[in-house]
């Protein structure tokens, strides 16, 4: 009998590694919460920088202190929404909206620059009418997903992916080390005091925190709980080792005295998310340039699902996928405009949860899902999610984006290193890349190659599709490919 009940709970606790199925909530919640936890502050991030913003004739901040708090919960609750859809597709006639993998929804950095500068000259009415409009975009994506899918080759993508990760890699280290405002402050002193200026007393202290030895002992207890628990640790121990990780880290913060309650005991107990609280206001100089960035919006979201389906299935997104998780896309930054909030996207941290992991269950990603959602309707969820320090994700984020460019070059290596598929690697890089890294350089640029110049993962996908086109595939490069992914398909059925 008990051989029996030990079996049975070993069953169901197996479920987390496969697609459908549900675990019991005790084992799928923890495992949620770790999706939820490393991309609470990076979902909430671009809001708050947004509302920092002063307008370029008034002077004032184009966001009111009310307004900042309602697209701040707005903003977990549009993400927990898009999430449930990613999970569980919408159905509409032969297409879908939602990818039906496990993928977590969060606000988009990506539109941050550009939200900026039309957010100073336009006001945020106009910024959430681009963004609504703007979604349109992404459905033409999305539904014209298939002839798109022949430009996009593992190569491509593989490209994509590793542009991502060295991207958020330096995201990792700057959360480890303090955050954006700490580094920013930190920049900013060491310029003055190269100048002979007097550094401003706020200044200083906030530069003070960057690196400072309290972040750097917060971030190595995360750090180091998280490897531990990778190495040694055993069942559901090792399984939630980012979540173990951030909660000692957390604990580590608390008893430093880095960690301000303050937010928490002020924030309301419930408040419901109203749409249209701030109506959109639509003109048609933000629309264009809002259009612009749904494009790379889409391409990371393809690069992202590509990096979940290697991570977690050793094989490449469907069409069907990747059509349903750009229309997702899409239709979620076309609800989070209507609920007063920005665009979202697939968040590549939480695709290098699932290659960490292998935890695939869309059970347990809908958990954590309910949580965001939830946190959108009690502010003090939020809020304590939103006070803790950024050196505690950064923690746990350093090895998580490095999984992504990994997977990236696990892609690639599908593709296999043949001449031609090398050139076509140093054409990206060397081009894509390299160039669109320089701003200066693409600052003069004619403004057609500014558009794609001024993000390197739009340049990099630019100039690989463009390649391949210029080099076809030969016979025995296809062959290749074909061979390595029979040997992935019989490496997952003996599994």
């Known amino acids: 009998m008990e051989t029996s009940v030990k079996k049975q709970a070993g069953g169901r606790r197996a479920l987390i590694y496969q697609l459908e199925g549900r675990p019991p909530l005790g084992i799928a919640l923890p495992l949620g919460l770790q999706h939820v936890l490393s991309m609470f502050i990076g979902n909430l991030a671009p809001v708050l920088v947004l509302s920092g913003i002063a307008g370029a004739v008034t002077g004032e901040a184009i966001v009111t202190p009310q307004q900042r708090m309602l697209m701040v919960q707005c903003c977990m609750f549009a993400s927990g929404m ?53 979604s349109l975009v992404e459905i033409l994506m999305g539904l014209f997903i298939r002839p798109l899918k022949k430009f996009f080759p593992p190569l491509v993508i593989g490209a994509v992916l590793i542009t991502i990760g060295l991207h958020l890699l330096p995201v990792g280290v700057q959360y480890f080390a303090g955050g954006a405002g700490p580094e920013a402050a930190a920049a900013l002193a060491a310029r003055l005091a190269a100048e002979g200026q007097e550094i401003p007393a706020a200044a200083a202290a906030q530069a003070a925190r960057y690196a400072s030895p309290q972040n750097l002992a917060i971030g190595g207890v995360v750090f180091v709980t998280i490897i531990l628990l990778q190495r040694f640790g055993r069942g559901m121990f090792k399984i939630s080792a980012i979540l173990i990780g951030i909660m000692a880290g957390y604990l580590a913060a608390i008893i430093l005295g880095q960690v301000d309650f303050q937010a928490v005991r002020e924030a309301g107990l419930i408040a419901v998310p109203v749409p249209l609280s701030i109506r959109p206001v639509f003109r048609l100089e933000p629309i264009i340039a809002m259009a612009a960035i749904y494009v790379v919006s889409g391409l990371e979201t393809m690069g992202n699902i590509n990096g979940i389906t290697v991570a977690a299935f050793d094989r490449e997104a469907t069409v069907k996928e990747t059509s349903g998780a750009v229309m997702a896309d899409a239709a979620g930054s076309l609800f989070a405009a209507l609920f007063n909030t920005l665009p979202n996207t697939a968040f590549g941290q939480n695709a290098g949860i699932v290659a960490m ?109 463009l390649a391949n086109i210029l080099f076809p595939a030969s016979e025995s490069d296809k062959e290749r490919l074909k061979t390595a992914q029979r040997e992935a398909a019989v490496e997952d059925t003996a599994v």
């Open 82 to 134: 898009t999430t449930l859809i990613q999970l569980y597709p919408l159905k509409l006639g032969k297409f879908q909206v939602g990818a039906g993998l496990p993928i977590v929804m969060g606000t988009a950095f990506a539109f941050v620059p550009t939200m900026r500068t039309l957010g100073a000259e336009f006001g945020i009415n106009a910024v959430l009418g681009a963004v609504l409009a703007g």
């Open 357 to 465: 992991t292998k935890v695939v269950n869309k059970w347990c990603i809908a958990a954590g899902a309910m949580v965001l959602i939830l946190a959108g309707f009690v502010p003090k969820i939020g809020a304590v999610f939103s006070v803790m320090p950024s050196s505690v994700l950064g923690g746990a984020v350093v090895t998580v984006f490095a999984m992504i460019m990994l997977n990236g070059v696990k892609l690639i290596a599908k593709a296999g290193f043949s001449d031609r598929n090398l050139l076509i690697l140093a054409i990206t890089f060397g081009v894509g890349f390299a160039v669109g890294d320089n701003k200066l350089l693409v600052g003069r640029l004619p403004v057609v190659l500014q558009y794609i110049f001024r993000d390197t993962t739009v340049a990099v996908c630019v100039i690989s599709v």
